[in-house]
């Protein structure tokens, strides 16, 4: 069908055109379609959701589901690290500037869109006052490892007085937590009022009531926060939850196999930042473990891969892709155990 460009098709892969979900679908159950399908779709094309048979340009072959999602979840990712990163600017702005008028931020009414809470009493109590008044729905991001019995506690009785009002609950965690009875005593006790999903790092705490108030830390140690009700700021600390939402394992789902024979979801996860340069202590807090553990993970990932030193296992984590991007060819010196080389003799 003539006159269509990829401009009538704005929109990415992973929200497609009625039209272009029909042919790529098509294309996939039936491993090929004619170009003229294609037609209509140019977006198909823009996208690189289909490409031409190699054996007869007349026909059009689907790029691989499974390759599809990796490239659209690491575009996700990109965003959201971004998105991490304007936060952090953001409250450490915050921070300053409430320092620079204690008297002024100290005097302010209930109205202020950003109020510093001084002491865990005070956190407490402003935190009760958010739950009573929640009508709709609660999200937070609970960064760290397994859940410490008394943290679940402490929360306890806001989480039932949300459940009893019908109020909806959604919770981010990383991986480790999925490995804490407590958050599985948790979660059973709220029933479905309570939904939760696991990613492998999170960023620092965050609760949003009704999408109107947030609380976020504002120290290292956590007996300072901050209460936020500006709308903007607000709306941009919701998108980052809506991302990362997007991102996150439902609890009750298996994580997703490496692909890699003898390599944990987890180990996958430490090569990555170990690929972008971080020490072993600055990986474990990101995944909620001890550097113990972490350095545990190392080792075996150098056993794994062949590894002799940390800069062949550098190596080792790029050439089979474990750093986030496409494995590049062995050579001869750096073949993994028990692989044969490809290459030509």
Do not use: K
Not at 129 to 145: D, H, I, K, R, S
Not at 279 to 289: C, M, P, T
């Amino acid at each position: 069908m003539a006159g269509h460009t990829a401009d009538d098709h704005p929109h990415g892969a992973d929200r497609l055109c009625e039209a272009g979900d029909r042919v790529y679908s098509r294309a996939v159950r039936r491993g090929r379609v004619p170009r003229s399908d294609a037609e209509p779709v140019p977006c198909l094309l823009e996208l690189a959701l289909l490409h031409p048979d190699p054996d007869d340009m007349d026909w059009l072959v689907p790029t691989a589901p499974q390759e599809v999602m990796t490239r659209l979840l690491r575009g996700v990712y990109d965003d959201v690290s971004a998105s991490q990163r304007r936060m952090g600017a953001a409250v450490a702005a915050v921070e300053r500037y409430a320092g620079l008028a204690p008297s002024v931020v100290a005097g302010a009414g209930e109205g202020t869109a950003i109020r510093v809470l001084d002491g865990l009493s005070r956190i407490q109590a402003a935190m009760d006052e958010a739950t009573e008044a929640c009508t709709t729905e609660v999200l937070t991001v609970q960064p760290g490892g397994i859940r410490p019995e008394h943290e679940l506690t402490e929360g306890l009785h806001r989480a039932l007085a949300l459940r009893g009002r019908g109020v909806r609950m959604r919770d981010l965690y990383t991986h480790v937590a999925r490995h804490g009875q407590g958050l599985l005593n948790y979660l059973e006790l709220m029933g479905g009022s309570v939904q939760a999903r696991t990613l492998d790092e999170v960023i620092d705490r965050l609760i949003l009531f009704d999408r109107t108030v947030a609380f976020v830390p504002a120290n290292a140690d956590r007996t300072l926060a901050l209460e936020l009700r500006h709308p903007a700021l607000v709306e941009y600390l919701v998108t980052v939850f809506e991302r990362l939402w997007r991102l996150a394992i439902p609890l009750t789902a298996p994580l997703p196999d490496t692909g890699i024979e003898g390599i944990s979801h987890r180990e996958q996860s430490i090569a990555a930042l170990l690929a972008e340069g971080h020490q072993d202590a600055v990986i474990a807090e990101r995944l909620g473990i001890s550097v113990r553990t972490c350095r545990a993970h190392i080792a075996r990932l150098s056993e794994t891969l062949g590894a002799a030193s940390r800069t062949q296992l550098g190596v080792r984590i790029a050439q089979v892709g474990l750093d986030g991007r496409a494995a590049v060819p062995a050579v001869p010196s750096v073949t993994l155990p028990g692989q044969e080389s490809r290459t030509a003799r």
